[in-house]
């Protein structure tokens, strides 16, 4: 019994949500925070004001001495700046002090934040305004206060910003589809998401022996074990202890913070775990995947256990991923991507249908783009991960149901039962959760799509302003046509029948990770964007600026600077690890395995004048020689490579593709094998079996 947690008396307690604020607020300030929300305006300063003694007065009961601007920069994870709530009084005294504007607004030097070019270096300033719809919640002692962070001149220096921005015109957008459709209730429509997050845990003790990952979180280095995965014996298999007491702390502590943390399993890979949240709105779930990495990583500390978010953390296993459910829903909880009961709702349906396939296609390279990132690379197309090529898996009989809409209009085959949009009814379409393609890229499972290309370590918000962004744009472009038709069936169903057609393409119900499939693709058309610099020009292309300043989602500026981060991260990455690699290759492997085989040689010698042969270690000695040799030449070939990076950030991106990592992958082969010939007592570091058996 002592074990007992009272789950929903625990659930949110550290946030100060909307009960929260039922409770503390005055009703005329609780009214007009909600009216704020759902309008979209600014708080009147002495609302804010209100709020903010009701929130301070909240947090230090729960322990907090401290508030923090909490906000998502472009490095993809979060920032803060703690402030004390003191207020000197003249006499030597402190009280605790919180004011309106220091809820809603703060101010913080932004130089130290990747800006890609954005910020000018006369104004270093960066400005967090809070975004009302997030609430604050109390964490390590301090209030947490989700924020949008900017430049002096408004440019959108963070995640958030564009991911509102996003949020705010697929609603509206999809709005304009329901009233035609006779909706003149649903006042928003909400992007729901659940992101599931994959990660490894590993002993603390083994990890911190390793160099490669602690400093870039992967083994850059690793003969791999005489063990797999190839067993399936970890995927769904029984949790050890230490991890089930792991994961119980983590639920615990982000139920607390309003976490709605569902789902737990061992992974496929040996040390790998998943987590699934219960899907919430898109910026709700994207702060809630935040702080699951965050805690995740804090929470594993104290077990005595690393958690690795990298994508790629281990060779010869599956890396870590992270799948994006997204569907849209209005305000009074109808899913858009249901296949209704009646004809008419059915007709609804295909049409967001038909949105999503013609924006995914015309859209392709966006979408690919907000995936890339050096860890990532390790996966995509990989075979464990889906293919660099975005398709969209449907199923049989919404793949049926497709072909059939785009046959009729052309009348080829009248025999096979034809759909009428707006006449008959969709067969069943089953949420399978058996035999799904588990190789697609994006799949619809019943109600929604996941979106499979993420990497385990990347803010899910990329992807989800992308996903909002083309949506809005098919949706805006069908809401123009059927608008101002004369006859709305008709049009409806030439709108999602040319859609179907134009775009079929992309629809892709086969293997993703045959090879067969990458030809079929080339032939259709779609874009094979393999690594990150080859898939990042196509991400400021003229069409992908013209979606984004369009919708409003993204200045041209703006836009460009999330291009030059992506590169400049590859660069770094990349930089980080070959320097890592030459390090561990000189520091630790070159001395271990030349120690091992110059006290074999001196065994050979000994032996001899002891009259015995030695044969084995005669040779043994000599392949560690020869392995050595050639080690140390590619430590030297790629410490050269390393000084002759070209200085432009495309180039040097192209660069580290070309050269660096081929020549990463013949360093590390030459490694791998010295580990292999070397007597484990000699070895620096833990290896694999070590680490994934332990
Ligand atoms: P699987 O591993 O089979 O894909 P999980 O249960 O692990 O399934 O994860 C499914 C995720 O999809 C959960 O986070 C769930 O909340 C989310 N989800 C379910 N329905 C929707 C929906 N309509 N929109 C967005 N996400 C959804
Ligand atoms: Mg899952």
Redesign the pocket.
């Known amino acids: 019994m002592s074990d007992f947690i009272n789950v929903p008396e625990i659930f949110g307690a550290d946030v100060f949500n909307d009960a929260t604020m039922q409770q503390c607020l005055e009703a005329k300030t609780y009214q007009a925070w909600k009216q704020c929300v759902s309008t979209g305006s600014s708080l009147p300063l002495e609302i804010a004001n209100d709020i903010a003694e009701a929130m301070k007065i909240w947090a230090i009961e729960k322990g907090a001495t401290h508030y923090t601007h909490w906000f998502q920069p472009m490095t993809g994870i979060t920032a803060e700046k703690h402030d004390s709530f003191i207020a000197p009084t003249g006499d030597g005294k402190v009280i605790m002090e919180f004011s309106g504007k220091e809820l809603v607004r703060g101010e913080s030097d932004a130089s130290s934040f990747p800006s890609g070019g954005l910020r000018a270096t006369f104004e270093a300033r960066g400005y967090t305004a809070w975004d009302p719809t997030s609430y604050t919640f109390v964490k390590d002692g301090s209030l947490y206060i989700p924020t949008c962070f900017f430049s002096y001149t408004g440019d959108a220096l963070d995640k958030k910003t564009p991911l509102l921005r996003s949020l705010d015109d697929v609603s509206r957008e999809a709005l304009r589809i329901l009233r035609l459709f006779g909706d003149d209730q649903a006042q928003r429509v909400h ?6 997050q994959e990660y490894f845990l590993i002993p603390k003790a083994l990890y911190a022996q390793r160099e490669d990952l602690r400093l870039t979180g992967r083994t850059l280095f690793g003969a791999l074990p005489p063990k797999g995965q190839e067993l399936d014996d970890h995927y769904f298999g029984t949790i050890r202890t230490r991890v089930s007491n792991f994961m119980k702390d983590l639920d615990e502590q982000l139920w607390r913070l309003g976490v ?1 943390s ?2 737990k ?1 061992n992974e496929g890979a040996p040390c790998q775990h ?1 987590l ?5 709105n898109a910026s709700n ?1 994207c702060d809630a995947n935040q702080l699951v990495m965050e805690i995740m990583k804090k929470c594993a500390a104290k077990h005595d256990l690393v958690c690795l978010l990298h994508e790629k953390p281990f060779a010869g296993v599956n890396g870590s991923g992270k ?1 994006n ?3 849209l ?1 209005t305000d009074s909880g109808r ?1 858009l ?2 296949p209704g009961k009646t004809p008419r709702q059915n007709a609804q349906f295909l049409v967001f249908l038909a949105a999503f396939i013609q924006g995914v296609d015309e859209y392709q390279d966006f979408l690919r783009c907000t995936v890339a990132s050096a860890g990532n690379d390790h996966r995509l197309g990989a075979n464990e991960a889906p293919p660099a090529i975005v398709s969209i898996f449907l199923g049989d009989e919404l793949n049926a149901v497709v072909e059939s809409i785009i046959h009729s209009s052309s009348y080829t085959d009248p025999e096979k039962g034809l759909m009428r949009i707006g006449v008959d009814v969709l067969p069943p379409i089953p949420k399978d ?1 058996t035999d ?1 393609n588990r190789t697609s890229p994006i799949a619809f ?4 799509f ?1 979106f499979r290309m993420l990497g385990s370590s990347q803010s899910i918000a990329g992807p989800n302003i992308a996903l909002n962004t083309i949506m809005a744009d098919a949706l805006s472009r069908f809401a123009d046509a059927l608008e101002k038709a004369e006859d709305f069936d008709a049009a409806l169903h030439k709108l999602v029948c040319e859609a179907f057609t134009a775009h079929q393409r992309i629809i892709f119900n086969g293997d993703g990770y045959s090879d067969d499939w990458k030809e079929e693709a080339a032939c259709r058309g779609l874009s094979n964007l393999r690594s990150t610099p080859e898939a990042l020009p196509s991400y400021i292309s003229q069409k992908n600026i013209d979606l984004v300043t369009k919708r409003g989602i993204f200045t041209e500026t703006e836009f460009r600077a999330r291009y030059e981060i992506h590169l400049e991260t590859y660069r770094k990455v990349i930089n980080i690890e070959a320097r890592t690699m030459v390090d561990m290759a000189l520091h630790q492997i070159l001395p271990a395995a030349l120690a091992y085989s110059s006290d074999l040689a001196e065994a050979v010698e000994r032996k001899r004048k002891a009259g015995i042969r030695a044969n084995t270690e005669a040779d043994l000695a000599q392949r560690l020689s020869d392995c050595c040799d050639s080690l140390y030449e590619k430590c030297e070939q790629l410490h050269k490579a390393l000084k002759a990076v070209p200085s432009g950030s495309q180039e040097a991106a192209d660069y580290h593709n070309r050269i660096t990592c081929p020549q990463m992958q013949a360093l590390r082969k030459d490694a791998d094998l010295l580990e292999k010939l070397t007597a484990k007592s000699y070895w620096p570091y833990p290896t694999y079996s070590d680490i994934l058996f332990y």
């Open positions: 992007v729901s998401v659940g992101a599931e709605l569902k789902t399993h998943e699934a949240p219960i899907y919430s779930a799948h459910n997204w569907s829903c899913n991507f249901s959760t799904r499972t019943g109600n929604k996941e």
